[in-house]
């Protein structure tokens, strides 16, 4: 079967076996990885509830909440951790405009590289790439692991237009509009509702771990080595039926049988169960029935790799193109409700990869998967939690004011009421004390904040997100060498987890942007991202490029971990070096190859400034103040003579 009787038969038919084939090996593929990932799940959706600060009430803290004392708490250590870490790597990340920025490899490139530079982040910019890396790099922290999806996509919209057309005329009217000298107008404006591509680019999107099955016979940072990785996720036919490529989305099923969930748990989400989207209370359905989906579908996209000879073998499918037999093809489907295949072709992109890219907290080779933040710290934020509660229900039973009485000599009615004046009975002589004494309480718990100090010099060695690293210094003097040492050594440790994101995903993630604007970008959409550029960066040249260009063109400048203020830094170095060149510009210039103008926009780059040519004279400008500071001859000639001037490189000095 070729590609066009597989899109028949998946937009005709409910089911045929061509389906059955292809389920049957979906459900095996889901069947054998989530009996690996279904071990993480668990202790995901702890970290989930540890990092938020939600437990679940207890008898006790339902009888303090009745009485209006507070109920035990959990200490967000890890948010405070987390939240932390992500405002630093974040900083460094997004210290630029350009969240990708790209380096020729020779003179050649300079141009290419610009305009290949400035697309990509156009994609990156309309992708929302702030929120995107948050969560992206939120979940590596929180679970140990972070998974993106990257796919080409043009997105249309309709807009209400107005455009000029030509009317037409007839003779006659043409010649009875002569004979009254009027002119009659050969041009009408209309208005109309047109269609228009508003982004064709790379869409990035976050996906949850918990929607995430990769082959479990390699590790999750490796698993593009696998066979097979699959995404499960809550959708609806109507998101469905909009979506390109999906055929026969309105003959899937309304119900998911009930024997599917013997071959393996469906984990959508972090609630661990279907019944938030199914509207039942459970998503265990009775032996025999099925679940109901009222409106929603259970999306399930399987990417694989396959050749010409087990396509055919397995599915009888007939894999176009200039391939081998025995040469792999990533390939990608599509099943809704685990039982109507909507789609099986191609993945089709060149970088020759699955779609996804992984960043781990603290990757590990040795490990299938590894923890994050609240899982590492779990423990100790756990022992903290305790020595704070069982402080505040001690504190609660101090401030209770028992006391001991003899009813013999005191009113008890008085106490019970909570009055201020307490009457006295008959004490035959004996002093008030030995008629009523409070009870003296001792808190034992007393040393449970101290405890809680030490606690938290054993989170920050473990995290390495110290006092330095949350905004605060430790007491004692330190000079300005110090303090920039401390400062260095509590970022250090922070941007390697930065390193380990550019060089897990980050980067390859650029890599796979890189290679589908290369092979997917139309001329005429290029050419708005460019707009006025489009003779600096012609499209022939940064994306039609010649196959040796596009190996060997250009690498990604790497992620360096620097915060604005190591920027300023750096810039000063430049101020002191341009202050020396400019005591005597053209002998620096001639000697040490340097561009005086190229320095100076560099340093006004790592101050922050992003608008340096506007800060330049035009060439009118400079005409005009070259022509105020003309002398006569004579007195050129004098002064040469007397050593005063010299000819100057003027051409030099403007470049």
């Known amino acids: 079967m070729k590609q066009e009787e597989i899109n028949k038969d998946l937009e005709e038919n409910e089911t045929s076996k061509f389906q059955d084939d292809v389920i049957t090996m979906v459900r095996a593929n889901m069947k054998a990885s989530s009996s690996q990932m279904d071990q993480y799940h668990e202790s995901w959706e702890s970290a989930d509830r540890i990092y938020r600060g939600y437990r679940v009430m207890d008898k006790k803290d339902q009888d303090a909440q009745a009485k209006n004392e507070p109920k035990k708490i959990i200490i967000p250590v890890s948010y405070a951790l987390i939240q932390t870490a992500l405002s630093f790597i974040m900083s460094t990340f997004f210290s630029e405009d350009n969240l990708y920025r790209l380096r020729g490899r020779g003179p050649e490139d300079q141009r290419r590289k610009e305009g290949m530079e400035v697309d990509i982040n156009y994609q990156i910019s309309k992708s929302r790439a702030y929120r995107m890396m948050y969560l992206w790099f939120q979940d590596s922290m929180k679970y140990g692991v972070g998974i993106v999806k990257s796919y080409w996509t043009e997105d249309k919209k309709s807009f209400r237009t107005r455009k000029t057309v030509k009317k037409e005329i007839s003779p006659e009217a043409q010649a009875l509009a002569e004979v009254l000298g009027m002119k009659e107008e050969d041009s009408e404006v209309i208005e109309s509702i047109s269609r228009m591509t508003v982004f064709e680019g790379t869409r990035i999107e976050n996906v949850s771990p918990y929607c995430f099955y990769p082959d479990p016979s390699v590790p999750l940072a490796e698993f593009q080595k696998g066979s097979f990785v699959c995404q499960e996720e809550e959708t609806t036919k109507d998101a469905m039926q909009v979506e390109s490529g999906l055929h026969g989305v309105s003959k899937i099923p309304a119900t998911i049988p009930q024997n599917v969930f013997d071959n393996r ?391």
Do not use: C
Not at 401 to 417: C, Q, S
Not at 523 to 532: C, Q
Not at 540 to 561: L, Q, T
Not at 577 to 597: K, V
């Open 265 to 655: 748990t469906h984990r959508v989400g972090i609630n661990g169960s279907l019944s938030g989207v199914f509207g039942g209370n459970s998503a265990v359905a009775m032996p025999g029935s099925s679940i109901d989906m009222v409106k929603a579908v259970l999306r399930i996209e399987m990417q694989f790799t396959a050749n010409k000879v087990s396509l055919k073998e397995d599915f009888d499918y007939d894999l176009e193109g200039p391939y081998e037999d025995d040469e792999p093809i990533k390939m990608i489907t599509v099943v809704g409700n685990d039982q109507k295949v909507v789609k099986f072709e191609p993945l089709g992109y060149l970088h020759g990869e699955y779609t996804f890219d992984v960043i781990e907290y603290s990757p590990d080779h040795n490990a299938f998967a590894n923890p994050g933040i609240t899982e590492t710290i779990y423990n100790l934020q756990e022992l903290m939690t305790w020595f704070l509660n069982s402080h505040v229900q001690n504190v609660k039973k101090a401030i209770r004011n028992r006391f001991i009485g003899d009813p013999e000599k005191v009113h008890v009615e008085d106490f019970v009421a909570g009055k201020e004046f307490i009457r006295v009975k008959p004490a035959g002589g004996r002093s008030i004390d030995q008629a009523i004494k409070s009870i003296d309480v001792t808190d034992v718990t007393k040393s449970h904040v101290q405890d809680m100090s030490v606690l938290s010099g054993l989170l920050q060695i473990v995290t390495g997100i110290n006092e330095n690293a949350l905004g605060q210094y430790s007491t004692g003097r330190r000079s300005a060498t110090e303090a920039k040492g401390v400062g260095n050594a509590s970022s250090s440790r922070l941007k390697m987890h930065g390193l380990l994101a550019w060089s897990g995903g980050v980067e390859p993630l650029g890599q796979k942007i890189i290679s589908n604007t290369n092979q997917l970008r139309t001329k005429e959409f290029y050419e708005k991202i460019i707009g006025e550029d489009i003779n600096k960066y012609p499209y022939e040249e940064v994306i039609m490029m010649s196959p040796e260009h596009i190996v060997g063109g250009f690498d990604f400048i790497p992620y360096d971990g620097s915060l604005p203020h190591d920027k300023e830094r750096r810039a000063s170095y430049f101020t002191n070096l341009l202050e020396s060149m400019m005591t005597n510009p053209q002998e620096m210039q001639a000697l040490t190859g340097m561009d005086i103008q190229k320095m100076l926009g560099h340093i006004f780059e790592l101050y922050g400034v992003k608008n340096f040519d506007d800060f330049k004279l035009n060439p009118e400008q400079v005409n005009q103040r070259l022509e105020a500071s003309v002398l006569p001859d004579a007195m050129v000639e004098q002064m040469k003579q007397q050593g005063q001037i010299e000819p100057a490189n003027l051409a030099g000095a403007l470049t």
